[in-house]
């Protein structure tokens, strides 16, 4: 064994642990209050994050003998990337473990939001039944706009597709051939927001993302149209949003992630035509174990020196 010492600040499933103690020491200090962190990080190789993690660029200059910062999952938005560059320190991440469990959940929340689940099922709760009042849609025949069309898009792609849907795909870093290879109609967003019935978005937050469905946005899509997001909160204007739906020009969203989560305003997680879950696109079992695995080799192939198959930065 190594005398590197790795600590896991949100947790990490046993498989993980496991291949890591193999060849490192491993501290589990999941919960650690980001004061508590700043004054042990000093002692570590790597550190191995979720999403609650900030790791900023005071931890960064805290870390003297940091060489590596795992993400367990896709995102990234919590690690101050320039200070880990400018501190010498790799990031990775486990960008596919979480790519299908992401995906379904997106035609999980689809469903919901078409079809009115939520409230049919806190009606029934409640002793109620409204069943004239709950007409919903099918998903055939409808079209579907895809914003991202990367692995997690594609993967609603052609799950879409089983429910014969009309697939549009709009993504600036795909070439249109790729996208047509992986199920959809290559489109731009100006032809994207206007054709479809329901638009799903898969992409990551960046300053070019940030509120790309904003009140201009909105104001172009057909009425009646269905949003999901399973993929960041901020690329949707929250604001913009909320007064389409209040207007009815947006019937319905369904959403997995907000700008401040948890959501500080719940104006937007408590409408009537909101289907809101937790961030829980990524936590499935399947899906934990995956990124546990991955992430576990790919830190460790950092402190050796070795190859990197996901490097961030």
Known sequence: MSSWKILLTDGL???GKNLLR?????????????????????EYDALIVRGRTKVNSAVFAAATNLKVVGRSGVGVDNIDLAAAKAHNVTVVNAPIATSLSVAELTLALMLSIVREVPR?????????????ELEGLELSGKTLGIIGFGRIGSLVASRAAAFDMTVLGYDPLIPASEIQARGGKPV?????????DIITLHLPLTPDSKNLLNGNAFSKMKKG?????????????????LAAL???HVAGAALDVFSVEPPADT???GHPKVVATPHVGGQTVEAQVRAAE?????VLAALAGKPLRWKVA
């Not at 589990?28 to 990080?41: F, H, N, P, S, W």
């Not at 731009?188 to 479809?196: F, G, K, R, V």
């Not at 991955?294 to 790919?298: L, P, Q």
């Open 225 to 241: 149209v269905y949003i999901i997001c399973a993929a960041r909160g901020g690329i949707i204007d929250e604001t913009a949003l």
């Open 246 to 248: 209040d207007s009815g």
């Open 294 to 298: 991955d992430i576990s080799n790919e």
């Open 267 to 269: 104006a937007l997680a």
């Open 120 to 132: 049919a099922d806190a009606s029934m709760k409640a002793g109620q039944w409204i069943k004239k």
């Open 188 to 196: 731009s967003l100006d032809e994207l927001l206007p054709q479809s």
């Open 22 to 42: 193999q060849h490192t020491e491993v501290v589990d200090q999941k919960g650690i209050t980001a004061e508590e962190l700043l004054k042990v990080i000093g």
């Open 13 to 15: 499933e046993e498989n």
